[in-house]
């Protein structure tokens, strides 16, 4: 007698995942199913929505101005069972905290791993950040996914996205998704223009033609960098007064809202802040959020009703 696959998601679930899926018609079965693992994952499980927790601030920032506020997160394995207890979607870091607790909490929360970073002990205006892990690395882990960080507007710009060719190329041959942190920054960029609409579309539209299966920005503000940019957006009239519009825009600037992105949390803000952004992300389409600081370095009671309250925003 025939048996029928048991699932435990919701019917509508399964057609919103598939049909996000279907956007990666050239990937592998193995990437497939690591994506699919990500979105099927969690508190906002089969929702098209994603919350991942990032913890790659220690060797971006150094470790007090990371782990002091909430000294549990000096060790690796408190990020772990955080990102668990929250119901994230995926848990992404540097090889070394990957290292010290993927086998402990083997299977039990879809992990990414940094595959480059910077360090704060050298400042330039031109940061070009070290490959610091390998696809090999991310296998012997058990991850689903890369994760890797280019910085359009660097004067080494062009030697990230040569490496994130490379790598990326290596990950989905092996089964694995590729998210790609896309931060405008450089000599050539004023600091408000990092995260000028113009900039971070662009930015967006930069980690798709990479072949980013999901893409990490800024949230945009209203500032225009580019003076060619400002002529199209004036004369196009593009709606970018609110943050729900310019998220929009930055979701349609990757390949029409075909490739999911997601928004980072930025510096420490308060509660009430963070939701009313949130809010904004998700009613402009936004695919989710990844936050880090504004949640590990809280509390773990504080941190998992911020998590929770923001997941609940996504499911609204």
Known sequence: MEQKAVSHLPRGSQQRVREILSWYQSETPGTLTNLARMLNHGTLAGTGHMVILPVDQGFEHGPAR?????????????H???????????YA???GFLEAGAAEYAGEV???????????????EDPCPAVTG??????????????????PGSAFRNEMYQYLQELALEAKQNGLAVVVWSYPRGGKLSKAGETAIDVVAYAAQIAAQLGAHMIKVKPPTEHIEQDA?????????????????RVRHVVQ?????????????GPAKGTDEILKEIKSIRDGGGFGSIIGRNSF????????????????????
């Open 66 to 78: 990371s782990f002091a506020p909430n000294a549990a997160g000096y060790d690796p394995r408190y």
């Open 80 to 90: 772990f069972q955080l990102a668990i207890d929250a119901g994230c979607n995926a």
């Open 93 to 95: 870091a540097p090889l």
């Open 110 to 124: 879809p992990l990414i791993l940094k595959l480059n970073n910077s360090d704060s002990l050298y400042d330039s």
């Open 134 to 151: 390998s696809v090999q690395d991310a296998l012997r882990l058990g991850c689903v996914a890369i994760g890797y960080t280019i910085y």
């Open 229 to 245: 940019a400002r002529k199209v957006y004036e004369k196009e009239k593009i709606p970018i007064g609110t943050l729900a519009e």
């Open 253 to 265: 600037s990757a390949f029409g809202g075909r490739r999911i992105v997601i928004f980072s949390g």
């Open 297 to 316: 370095q809280r509390p773990k009671a504080e941190a998992l009703k911020l998590l929770s309250d923001v997941m609940k925003i996504y499911q609204a």
